[in-house]
């Protein structure tokens, strides 16, 4: 089970971290991955975001996302990774 961890701090959750968690938790459920993915929100993660990103991070990969790229990072980042699917 990986935690995909989204933060929600002052500068993330002005940037629109609650629409970042509510589109990864639909897309963790319409892929299927409950399973394997446990989202979180936590204050500070350690990544630094810019105005209009969200810091996201799935174990060691820390990433930037926004709103408007939610869907597409998921896709990038979450759901092809090869800690969740080995084969890939």
């Given at each position: 089970m990986?935690?995909?961890?989204?933060?929600?701090?002052?500068t993330?959750?002005?940037?629109?971290?609650?629409?970042?968690?509510?589109?990864f938790?639909?897309?963790?459920?319409?892929?299927?991955?409950?399973?394997?993915i446990?989202i979180?929100?936590s204050?500070?993660?350690g990544?630094c975001?810019?105005?209009?990103?969200?810091?996201?991070r799935?174990?060691?990969?820390?990433?930037q996302?926004?709103p408007?790229?939610?869907e597409?990072?998921f896709?990038?980042?979450?759901?092809s990774?090869?800690?969740?699917n080995?084969e890939?």
């Amino acid at each position: 089970m990986q935690d995909l961890i989204v933060c929600i701090g002052e500068t993330c959750h002005q940037s629109g971290a609650e629409h970042v968690l509510k589109t990864f938790m639909d897309l963790v459920a319409a892929h299927k991955l409950e399973n394997e993915i446990t989202i979180k929100a936590s204050f500070c993660i350690g990544g630094c975001c810019e105005q209009n990103e969200v810091s996201a991070r799935l174990g060691d990969s820390l990433f930037q996302v926004s709103p408007e790229t939610a869907e597409q990072v998921f896709t990038k980042q979450v759901h092809s990774s090869p800690t969740l699917n080995p084969e890939v």
